[in-house]
């Protein structure tokens, strides 16, 4: 399994859902100098964040993916995978509507959840979870900037930093 | 093996009758030839090339080649004598102004001239259209554009020489024997209507990337022509800006505080993208949830890898604790109640995640996010403010020079737009989504045409043949760039050691030769320097041929200052293959001069016009130190002190 950017979406009625790498060409490095936006693995990260934080997914079988960037974190990202897949165990928790005081039923869901032989450290099902956070977090994006591409970098991290710290 | 223009000759054309020997003298280092404006130097260089392949004349083009009206004759010809390992040939083309017609004649051995176009064995796999355009260049036109990084000339020339294109005509041969197979196998019914239907898409798609390669062709040519008149304003303007001193203090004071803030900006974003990933350093609903999460671990003992290792160590022993021996059934028991806890890698996953969250909420690594945005938004705004002011000063020290400011802008904006198209728009990745319309990406044309092609060859049953064109069109564009990596390697080795060698000052190597040439550290060379490393780079080429080829230059030293001229001059002279090059006067001070003073005068220098009672005069006054050929109209005068004190009467039109 591994990390994907959503080209489009499969059924998309008002023809306005952006490819991902679309939405952020105008604020990566290699257009704006100053823009600390780099990797495909930085925009994954941004949208999943922000969708984590909002709590909000989508379907993930609604939407057509690129072919893969990565099938690990990239080293600048290894820092922060126990936090992601912390969080990650935190929301299946919610939605499996878990007990967090019933030990028994946490450990099991640890178990059904972690995967130590993947570099992501997760079964392929919640790694499509997963997908389905950042998803969340990029349509939260698109709506936020009226499914256009932000062209200057100040203003897209204005208004990230609202978003991710109310 | 050797192969050398020995001379030619032309009658009834529109450049005057000229007769041209370049072997009188056997020890010529090179040949300067010096021809007027509007003498036909054009016209020569051009017929030079079409003598030695067959050329297919069009009427418009014979049309061309007639004399004007004064001296117009049904009848014309050019005639080019070669040299190949000391055997002489000749080709000839013949004209006919009347019927717009033409023919080629060749002599080869010593029977006389045939009816056709031959050249000697020795060379005639060798020499063709691609190879000749290599030989006979313009610096200003085939040299520049090989150290343009939107250009692919020197790519180009690469592919000419060593003939990679073959391969692209086998991909071509192979594309059009699947086509052909497609239409062998018409289907009837609606599979004919769906095999119509993708026909017309591939036919639409088909259209599109000739539209494309046409406007990377303009494109790609617009950014050469506009070239020097860009990086000439672009200096001009500086030099004006710079010659207020006030102004040009106050503009360095804003730059240098515009680069302080640039870099504080670009630290601060950096930094804020940064403490975005750090989850649990700033206040958020997801530090509330990682931080909750972790308590909750702790609160439930988690992790506890200690008790399955408790248990693995169990199962290893012979008897229980209890003291009663383990047999498989208590064994199984235990195995179950491991099955409750958690595996030591889940353990490490955990623990790693509360380390994390421990790490990240620690007090003194918090930051704040809407401090930040509002730091990000002052330092974008005063950006902007010190930017502006910049633009205001240039606006005041440009005031009387409004025009070319503006020339200058325009020129910048087009020629950005362009560069744009071809870095980005036509390297665009395939997206399922895109269609011949909605695109102007090669890229994804060609894969769009890949798939229709695919489609067709199911609907006409033709799958096992495409599948096979494809998999050898694969191998052999592989092959193609292989080959063309591998030779770029050599070729620019090859080209360091000889500009080692041959640069006297400052020598720029070139790191390596992919679409362009790219030198050192620099982005472009000097005109002097790209024309020297050009005729370099050209000459390792051609040495790759077991055939050692002459080269022909036009405008050597065009652009050029007059250091730049006199080192082209000294360069010429260690050239070891026939250099024979066209000049006007005013190309002679620093270069010709030069090279005569460094040669000793060991080179062909001649001088050839269209007649004129002036210069007639000038010849006549010199014709005991110059070897002269005379025709009606035109005149070859074969010596140095007339070709140095030649002068053209005015300024013409070349033609």
């Known amino acids: 399994m591994s990390f994907r950017l959503v080209d489009r979406k499969k059924i998309d009625a008002d023809g306005k859902f952006l490819s991902c790498k679309d939405f952020f060409k105008n604020i990566r490095v290699d257009v704006d100098n100053s823009s600390p936006i780099k990797y495909d693995m930085d925009i994954f990260m941004l949208c999943l964040i922000l969708g984590l934080n909002q709590g909000k997914k989508e379907d993930y079988e609604k939407y057509k993916f690129l072919t893969s960037f990565s099938p690990k974190y990239i080293d600048t990202y290894t820092k922060i995978k126990p936090l992601i897949t912390g969080l990650l165990l935190s929301k299946i928790m919610k939605l499996k509507n878990i007990d967090k005081n019933e030990k028994d039923k946490v450990k099991k869901n640890l178990q059904e959840v972690l995967d130590d032989n993947d570099p992501i450290n997760l079964k392929p099902k919640y790694i499509d979870l997963m997908h389905e956070y950042y998803l969340g977090g990029y349509c939260i994006l698109l709506k936020q900037f009226n499914n256009k591409a932000p062209n200057e970098v100040s203003i897209f991290f204005d208004k990230y930093n609202k978003l991710v710290s109310n | 093996m050797k192969f050398n223009l020995l001379g030619w000759k032309c009658e009834g054309l529109r450049c005057p009758d000229f007769n041209f020997e370049l072997n009188k003298n056997s020890n010529a280092l090179a040949t300067f030839i010096q021809m007027p404006n509007g003498t036909g130097k054009t016209t020569t260089l051009r017929l030079l090339k079409r003598s030695l392949y067959n050329h297919e004349f069009k009427s418009t083009e014979v049309e061309m080649y007639k004399a ?33 017609d033409y023919s080629y004649s060749s002599s080869i051995s010593d029977e006389g001239f045939k009816n056709n176009f031959r050249l000697p064995p020795e060379i005639e796999n060798i020499v063709d259209k691609e190879l000749i355009d290599l030989v006979f260049v313009d610096l200003e036109k085939d040299v520049k554009p090989m150290f343009r990084s939107y250009q692919t000339g020197a790519q180009e020339a690469i592919r000419k020489f060593c ?51 046409k406007k990377v062709k303009e494109y790609k040519k617009y950014l050469h022509e506009t070239q020097d008149k860009y990086d000439q304003g672009k200096k001009r303007l500086k030099e004006i800006i710079d010659s207020d001193t006030q102004l040009k203090k106050k503009r360095k004071e804003l730059e240098k505080r515009r680069d302080e803030t640039k870099s504080k900006y670009e630290n601060l974003l950096i930094k804020n993208f940064e403490t975005i990933k750090n989850i649990g350093s700033y206040d958020s609903t997801l530090k509330k949830e990682i931080v909750d999460f972790a308590d909750n671990l702790d609160y439930l003992g988690l992790p506890e890898e200690e008790v399955t290792i408790f248990f693995d160590k169990i199962l290893k022993r012979k008897n229980c604790i209890c003291g009663e021996e383990l047999n498989d059934d208590k064994k199984k028991v235990i195995k179950n109640e491991m099955k409750s806890f958690i595996s030591i890698s889940e353990a490490r996953i955990i623990a790693a995640i509360k380390a994390a969250v421990s790490e990240n909420t620690k007090e003194k690594e918090k930051s704040d996010l809407s401090e930040n945005s509002s730091r990000i938004q002052d330092y974008s705004q005063e950006l902007d403010a010190l930017e502006q002011d910049i633009e205001l000063i240039k606006d005041r020290a440009l005031k009387d020079d409004i025009e070319l400011s503006k020339e200058n802008d325009f020129l910048q904006k087009e020629r950005s737009k362009r560069k744009k198209y071809l870095d980005e728009v036509i390297t665009q990745p395939w997206k399922a989504k895109d269609t011949e319309a909605s695109t102007e990406s090669l890229i994804s044309l060609k894969e769009q045409k890949r798939i229709v092609e695919k489609k067709l060859a199911d609907l006409s049953g033709t799958k096992d043949i495409e599948e096979k064109v494809s998999i050898i069109s694969e191998i052999l564009e592989t092959a193609m760039d292989n080959a063309e990596n591998e030779i770029s390697k050599e070729i620019t080795k090859e080209c360091n050691k000889k500009i080692d060698k041959m640069f006297t000052k400052n020598p720029v190597f070139i790191t390596s030769i992919k679409n362009y040439i790219v030198l050192d550290d620099q982005e472009e060379g000097s005109t002097g320097q790209e024309a020297r490393i050009g005729i370099i780079f050209l000459l390792t080429i051609l040495e790759r041929s077991k055939i050692k080829f002459p080269l022909i230059v036009d405008t050597p030293v065009k652009g050029m200052d007059s250091a730049g001229t006199r080192r082209t001059a000294r360069f010429i002279s260690k050239l070891q293959s026939q250099f024979l090059c066209f000049i006007i006067d005013k190309d002679k001070p620093a270069f010709t001069d030069k090279f005569y003073e460094i040669t000793d005068g060991k080179s062909n220098f001649i001088t050839a016009f269209r007649r004129s009672e002036e210069f007639d005069k000038l010849a006549e006054s010199e014709s005991s130190n110059n070897n002269i050929t005379t025709s009606y109209n035109g005149k070859v005068v074969d010596g140095y002190p007339f070709f140095e004190k030649f002068t053209e009467e005015d300024e013409g039109e070349d033609n």
Not at chain 2, 181 to 206: D, F, M, P, W
């Open chain 2, 68 to 100: 004007k009206k004064n001296e117009f004759k049904k009848k014309g010809f050019f005639q080019a004598k070669f040299e190949v390992e000391g055997k002489i040939f000749y080709t000839k083309i013949n004209f006919d102004f009347e019927k717009q």
């Open chain 2, 163 to 213: 003939k990679i294109n073959i391969l692209k005509n086998v991909i071509k041969d192979f594309e059009n024997f699947k086509n052909k197979k497609r239409k062998e196998n018409i289907k009837s019914g609606s599979t004919k209507n769906q095999i119509n239907t993708e026909e017309t898409r591939e036919n639409k798609i088909i259209n599109k990337i000739a539209e494309v390669e």
